[in-house]
């Protein structure tokens, strides 16, 4: 636990970066500090490792005041990842890696070891090894860079907008991996950036800083996006809210309705309207329009692409999707149904809109949805 | 001028060649060898403090300038050395040597990128050890490009010794000048340029030797 009480970091010019912060950063969560340009979150971020030391206030790292360790100490028992990830380019990604087991007196073959193990973890093949950091692309320097930081296998891990010099794709997919790492590791995760989508995604808990340094609003991004705090927040969380907030709420409640299919080189046969062509594994390809000739076999050619795919768990009836993932299979179908497909990829069903606003009502009026 | 065929003079003399060009090296080399040492902890200063880098920067400047001469003649009036001594020349060549590396290795140590220092403090480097396994291998490429031309003007100025009496190959120059014997003057000048070549030749190979990153391929690689 990271406990941040009255934090103030002043600097000699007068410039107040942080303002008397307060704020407690849960074990084992994903905490995200949002915020503007200029809020003090990157500078919050730092004090916690002692990069940056506040003038007035302390940080308790598990009850611990962090100005009774030695920095150097404190910092290699706390990860740290960086927006370029940092890497030295003079070491191998293996020895990159390796850098902190090496700097508590591993020996070396330990600490390469244990970074050759950490690569496969992050997902870099092993002929990544014996390369320079120059020779990788971005997205593959920012693996490392979360590799090297969880290599002395450190409790806590701080993340300063590790994503945000990477193209979108791979930024999605280093998101991904990170809850994946997460739900595996379980550390203690600060994780800084400006995207409040990515806080929105990625955090357990979200802390939104106002420029200045002072926090907004800490809460869970449901209650973020269900309950702004003030207008700052509401306008800082942006548009789409109440959409983005679907993202939080279950599918389980909206009914599958029944959807008519037809095998690709099967003869359409006497389905109306819109129809979902599917292959032998009754996976959906795409939309049979109400157009389409009467005659002869649907072929995959001549198909209407299909919306967003809304995946349930057919096997354990009540788990599925979010509202959002529900909503928008319907909202983008060109035949204003959404598909409705198991884990497998089959289609199970459909889903309209209709039923998903339905859906959203019911759960409004159980209290689920925070107002 | 007695211009002569070599034969004759080169085999019978070919010791005393020798031993002028092992003093030559030693008159040379281990000036610049100090001045290497002396220049890491200046540069870093330098690229540390800028006040240290205004004082240091011009500092060396000017120091270059001076004129081998002078400085030769006014060492053993500074330190109080007797007038043969080699550290007559040494002492010159290392003051050069110093100020052709502090500027560079100021310059090499401040283009180390900011998030790998600071990715080296947040991982829990101590700033010694950071500076030495960190930011000095870093600053290499640059090190040993100020270190080649430091080292063959070493060994062109070491000749200079030999107007004051300090040997090496500049006193076969001297020595051949007075005997009148141009093979014996010839002879040094290409042995200068030879070292020069050589020792130039193996500082590039042991830089590019330990420095396997900067020839690493800029292309990104898929697995």
Redesign the interface.
Known sequence: MIEFQAVTKQYPDGTVAVDSLDITVEDGQITVFVGPSGCGKTTSLRMINRMIDPTGGSILLDGKDIRESDPPLLRRGIGYVIQHAGLFPHRTVLDNVATVPLLTGTSKRDARKKAAELLELVGLDAGFAKRYPAQLSGGQQQRVGVARALAADPPVLLMDEPFSAVDPIVRDDLQQQLLRLQSELDKTIVFVTHDIDEAIKLGDKVAVFRVGGRLAQYDTPSALLAKPADEFVSSFVGRDRGYRALGFLTASGVPVGPLATVKVGEPRGTTEGWTVAVDADNKPLGWVSPDAAEEGTVSADGLVSGGSLFEVDSTTSGTAGSLRNALDSALSSPAAVGIAVDKEGAVVGGVTADKVLAALAEARRSGEVPT | MNVDWPWPWLPRNIDDIVEATGEHLYLALLPVLVGLLVSIPLGWAASRWGWARLILVPLAGVLYTIPSLALITLVPLVLGTKIIDPLNVQVPLAIYTVALLVRSISDALIAV?G??T?????????PFRRFLT?EL??AIPVIVAGLRVATVSAMSLASVGALIGIGGLGGLITEGFKRNNAVEMVVAILLIVLIALVIDALLLLAGKAI???TR??????K?
Do not use: E, I, K, M
Not at chain 2, 216 to 221: H, L, T
């Open positions: 990128p998030d790998v600071a990715a080296a403090t947040a991982v829990g480097y101590r960190v291998p870093l420095t396997p990153w690493a391929r800029r292309a990104v690689v697995p």
